[in-house]
Nanobody, 127 residues
């Protein structure tokens, strides 16, 4: 079992930036798919970004492409989501997830692709 812990959320103004972290101190592997998802009040959880096995394969939802960047530091066992030019529409609880199955990379935008989930961190953007 891999425990994930998100941090870095908070209350910011539109146009500001935040960097979310997803720590997995018990992780013993470096080959995996990372997904970031978010859930706004009254809405279903949605895909935000993914790193598919390695740093040269990243994918983003259209609503965040060009503003958000996913990255990884294996030495720190931490994944990151840099969020720039935040808007009120980005307000949500953000979750990180890790997938290790063979098809995790093919279905990276779907929740069933992931084996482990964090507890979420709240991001609130005010206008």
């Amino acid at each position: 079992q891999v425990q994930l812990a998100e941090s870095g959320g908070g209350l910011v103004q539109a146009g500001d930036s935040l960097r979310l972290s997803c720590e997995a101190p018990g992780r013993t592997f470096n080959n995996y798919v990372t997904g970031w998802f978010r859930q706004a009040p009254g809405k279903e959880r949605e895909f935000v970004a993914a790193m598919i096995w390695s740093a040269d394969r990243t994918r983003y939802a259209g609503s965040v492409k060009g503003r958000f960047t996913i990255s990884r530091d294996n030495a720190k066992k931490t994944d990151y989501l840099q969020m720039n030019s935040l808007t009120v529409g980005d307000t949500a609880v953000y979750y990180c997830a890790i997938g290790r199955r063979l098809d995790s990379g093919s279905y990276y935008s779907s929740e069933p692709a992931y084996d482990y989930w964090g507890q979420g961190t709240q991001v609130t953007v005010s206008s």
